[in-house]
Nanobody, 121 residues
Framework: QVQLVESGGGLVQAGGSRRLSCTAS????????MGWFRQAPGKERDFVAV????????YYADSVKGRFAISRDNAKNTVYLQMNSLKPEDTAVYYC??????????????WGQGTQVTVSS
């Protein structure tokens, strides 16, 4: 069992930055890849980024590549999503998830409750 709690969401102006954090409970955090997904109103949950258990490998959705960076600190049981050059279309609820190193939400068994990010134009 892994419990995930996201934080760091809020209102930010277009072009600004925000860092999301996701802290996990349990001693098996370092066993899992960690992903970030997002869901805008009326839309499906979309893949954003994933990082493997070691932190050495990651990949991103094309829509955020070059603007977002995922990282993790296994000693703190925490994964981060640094978001730069934010755009109004980045507005969504952001979720972290623990599971396999994959872009499909079906590969993740544990999910956080989500944190709202709103980017104003």
């Amino acid at each position: 069992q892994v419990q995930l709690v996201e934080s760091g969401g809020g209102l930010v102006q277009a072009g600004g930055s925000r860092r999301l954090s996701c802290t996990a409970s349990g001693r098996t955090f370092s066993s899992y890849a960690m992903g970030w997904f997002r869901q805008a109103p009326g839309k499906e949950r979309d893949f954003v980024a994933v990082i493997d258990w070691s932190g050495r490998n990651s990949y991103y959705a094309d829509s955020v590549k070059g603007r977002f960076a995922i990282s993790r600190d296994n000693a703190k049981n925490t994964v981060y999503l640094q978001m730069n050059s934010l755009k109004p279309e980045d507005t969504a609820v952001y979720y972290c998830a623990a599971g396999a190193y994959d872009s499909s939400w079906t590969s993740y068994a544990w999910w956080g409750q989500g944190t709202q990010v709103t980017v104003s134009s």
